[in-house]
């Protein structure tokens, strides 16, 4: 008898042990499911800040998806030349390239300012080993053309820098060369850069060595400005 009792005793614990158990496994199982549930109801943005999906986005919103325009700037047409006249009204005249161009054969000997004799001869030119047939279309002086002859708009010029100015070509387009205005995050605003003609001469490229002179404004600098 005192075996027998033994022997239910046991198959009693063991009973309590797997009931209880599989109770643990259920609250284990429910509890990692409520935290999935939570954590995907509750997910916050990079900024750690919950977003309304029924909110409209702002236009300078960081979580607006609209991403603003980069221009560029462009020179409007081809350039034009002052004929040293004055129309009526007093405004100097000034005249196409072609307006001249046109009506002669294109000279490729000539290579320098000095080599002209009616027109240019005063112009200031230092760039390298190119001439002026480098870059001006000779079939077409109101427009530029590249290394293989295709003809280019004066508007397109950052393509004819680009063929020879590769490294500086890279980086603008990186950021680290050339001006700009604007917005560095799109998604704020719009950027607008500068052209390669906006800083350089085409004629004359080398950027001028410049001691930096100006000084930030504040009270120490300016005692006279003193608040």
């Known amino acids: 008898m005192t075996h027998q009792h033994n022997g239910s005793a046991g198959i009693s614990t063991l009973l309590v042990v797997l009931t209880t158990l599989t109770f643990i496994g259920m609250g284990l199982w429910f509890n990692r499911s409520f935290s999935t549930e939570t954590q995907s109801a509750l997910r916050l943005t ?13 236009a300078n919103s960081p979580s607006s998806t609209t991403k ?14 002052d004929t040293g006249l004055k129309d009526s009204f007093g405004n100097s005249v000034t005249a196409s390239c072609a307006t001249c161009h046109k009506t002669r054969v294109a000279n490729f000997d000539n290579k320098l300012p000095i080599d002209l004799n009616e027109f240019h001869g005063d112009m200031a030119f230092a760039h390298g080993t190119v001439s002026c047939l480098s870059c001006h279309n000779p079939m077409d002086y109101d427009s530029l ?22 490294t500086q070509r890279r980086d603008f ?35 001028p060595r410049m001691q ?10 300016n005692p006279t400005k003193l608040n």
């Not at 990079?46 to 702002?58: M, N």
């Not at 603003?68 to 030349?81: E, G, K, Y």
């Not at 930096?212 to 600098?221: I, M």
């Open 46 to 58: 990079d900024d750690s800040i919950a977003v309304d999906d029924d909110a409209p986005l702002q």
């Open 173 to 207: 387009d990186h950021g680290a060369h050339g001006g700009m205005n604007g917005y560095w995050d799109l998604n704020r605003g719009p950027r607008t850069r500068n052209n390669c003609v906006d800083c350089h001469d085409p004629h004359l490229p080398k950027y």
């Open 68 to 81: 603003h325009a980069v221009v560029i700037s462009r020179p409007l047409s081809a350039p034009r030349v």
């Open 212 to 221: 930096p002179t100006f000084k930030p404004h504040d009270r120490f600098l």
């Open 145 to 166: 053309k590249l290394a293989d002859g295709t003809r280019l708009d004066y508007p397109d010029v950052m393509t004819l820098c680009s063929q020879c100015h590769g």
